[in-house]
């Protein structure tokens, strides 16, 4: 099968002049501090626990490369309309461009994900669709992180 006649073209164009698109925001979640705690050691990030004591005495913000692992989880639950992995399209992910932390997160603060697709550029053999990602963190006015993500779609 060609591109033009792959059922999803139409869909992909469609989403091309969408843009901007809000896909809405995810639900609530946090980040205990035994998950703050794993991710640190599964990151192979020294802890000195006479410093900074573990599980529920810890003291410091969670880990902002593990706010930044949590993105691709939250637009896989919203995803984009119209668009999911079949017979006729797949997703690559091309990982995040201009990551900014803007604020800490403390464990157990709730946060949730408001994403945009910014953009959908044609390029040979696919399509870049491009989201922008607000993380938000109950109780602070500003979105605590901001990230552009990137990923390819394949009309096969």
């Given at each position: 099968m060609?591109?033009?006649m792959n059922p999803m073209l139409a869909e992909v164009e469609r989403l091309q002049q969408s843009c901007p698109l809000d896909l809405g925001t995810s639900g609530w979640t946090a980040i205990s501090k035994r998950e703050?705690?794993?991710f640190d050691r599964v990151a192979g990030i020294e802890v000195d626990f006479a410093v900074h004591p573990g599980g529920p005495r810890r003291k410091t913000a969670v880990n902002p490369f593990h706010l930044l692992a949590l993105l691709s989880g939250f637009a896989s639950d919203l995803g984009v309309p119209g668009i999911e992995t079949t017979e006729y399209i797949t997703m690559l992910n091309y990982g995040y461009d201009d990551v900014e932390w803007h604020s800490p997160v403390e464990p157990g603060v709730r946060i949730r994900d408001h994403v945009v697709l910014t953009d959908v550029i044609e390029r040979p053999g696919g399509f870049l669709m491009v989201q922008?990602?607000?993380?938000?963190?109950e109780g602070i006015p500003d979105p605590v992180m901001t990230a552009v993500s990137p990923g390819f779609a394949i009309l096969l």
């Open positions: 060609t591109v033009e703050a705690d794993a922008r990602h607000e993380l938000e963190a």
